[in-house]
């Protein structure tokens, strides 16, 4: 079969059966032949097939009713261009997006930053809380993810950077926990990830070619955040008489940030208990219609929805790295497995004849390579 694959080049397995069958007839060919192609090294290598695990459990924080932005994720967006002032000839200079994303009601903080350095972060960070209370935990990606960023950023955000310790230190004095994904793991922060996209999707269509102002870009913004907090939870009903809907701003004042103010009800005599009463029962209706509607949804799985045999230290396999063609992916032995709580791994330790590095399961692509024959 080795020879008769190799002489078809790398054929598939109607050609490597026929090149066989000139001289030897192998019983029940199709299957034995398929089998081993499937575990050709070189066929492996360029199929290209990517390591997957079962899809996790939702975590806790994003399940359990809480308080908006208690358990909040971050990222930066940009860049945009901003004008010093409205007369001609004014000068442009490079602004940022800093988003904080709640994570049970979803509901999106805006804050625009001037520059990519460790006090214009701390500065928006101190605008967030101050308005939407300090965070438990506040997690984001890497410094390996923004790719987009320039080096500044990328070691504001390094796990080995000085400058991201005493941002830690001045987060723990808060009581905020700053977690990381872990590297070259974008997807583990797809709740930010849709949310820049979100933002994306407005500013192109509202701003196109004009250039702003730090203050009209900054009142922009503001109605950006207001639309997207008064976006849906879950698809509208067919029943007519259901003319409400759960947005995230149900959550800050009761009802979308974006409608019409109703009249006052400070004329109606209601004493003060009845009245903590009602908003109690308000709130608690958000929290059971969230919960019966919206967190259900997040709960349906389209994919990933079986367990795969989890790698196992010491395997071998290929690190992909899109940058590179296929031939330059770097071959090496995975070192430990990081399980998660449901014990299942899709996060490994991996060394490479240069370094030693943390990457998802879906970063690697096992070779069918028994290690105990090595």
């Not at 930053?113 to 928006?124: E, K, P, Q, R």
């Not at 080995?160 to 977690?179: E, R």
Request: glycine share 6%.
């Amino acid at each position: 079969m080795s020879d008769a694959h190799q002489r078809s080049l790398c054929g598939g397995t109607q050609d490597t059966l026929s090149l066989s069958r000139n001289d030897y007839w192998i019983l029940v060919g199709r299957a034995p032949v398929s089998s081993f192609i499937w575990k050709y090294i070189r066929c492996v290598r360029h199929r290209k097939k990517r390591a997957q695990q079962l899809m996790g459990q939702l975590p806790a924080n994003l399940t359990t009713p809480t308080r908006p932005f208690l358990h909040s994720g971050m990222d930066y967006s940009g860049p945009l261009m901003i004008k010093t002032w409205k007369e001609r000839a004014a000068r442009t200079y490079k602004a940022y997006i800093a988003l904080f994303v709640c994570y049970s009601t979803s509901m999106i903080h805006l804050e625009l930053v001037i520059d990519y350095t460790a006090d214009a972060f701390i500065v928006a960070y101190k605008r967030f809380t101050a308005r939407r209370g300090i965070c438990v935990t506040l997690r984001s990606d890497c410094g390996t993810n923004l790719k987009g960023a320039n080096s500044e950023l990328r070691d504001l955000f390094s796990s080995s950077s000085k400058q991201l310790g005493n941002l830690s230190a001045l987060l723990a004095n808060d009581g905020t926990q700053w977690l990381f994904n872990p590297p070259a793991a974008p997807h583990f922060g797809g709740k930010w990830k849709a949310g820049v996209k979100s933002v994306k999707y407005h500013l192109r269509r509202v701003i196109g070619d004009n250039l702003l102002i730090y203050e009209e870009m900054n009142t922009l913004l503001s109605q950006i955040e207001a639309v997207l907090n008064s976006r849906p939870h879950c698809p509208l009903t067919e029943d007519p008489d259901d003319l409400g809907v759960l947005t995230p701003g149900h959550f800050l004042i009761g009802g979308p940030l974006t409608v019409i103010p109703e009249p006052s009800l400070e004329s109606i005599k209601v004493s003060r208990f009845s009245r903590w009463q009602l908003l109690r029962q308000m709130l608690d209706s958000f929290w059971t219609k969230w919960s019966k509607e919206c967190l259900q949804r997040y709960q349906t799985i389209y994919k990933w929805n079986q367990p795969s045999r989890s790698l196992q230290k010491g395997s071998l396999a290929l690190v992909i790295e899109e940058r590179y063609p296929l031939s330059k992916w770097p071959l090496g032995r995975i070192l430990e497995v990081h399980p998660g709580k449901d014990r299942h791994t899709r996060v490994v330790t991996i060394k490479t004849h240069t370094s030693t590095f943390k990457r998802p399961i879906t970063k690697i692509s096992p070779l069918p390579v028994d290690t105990n024959t090595l």
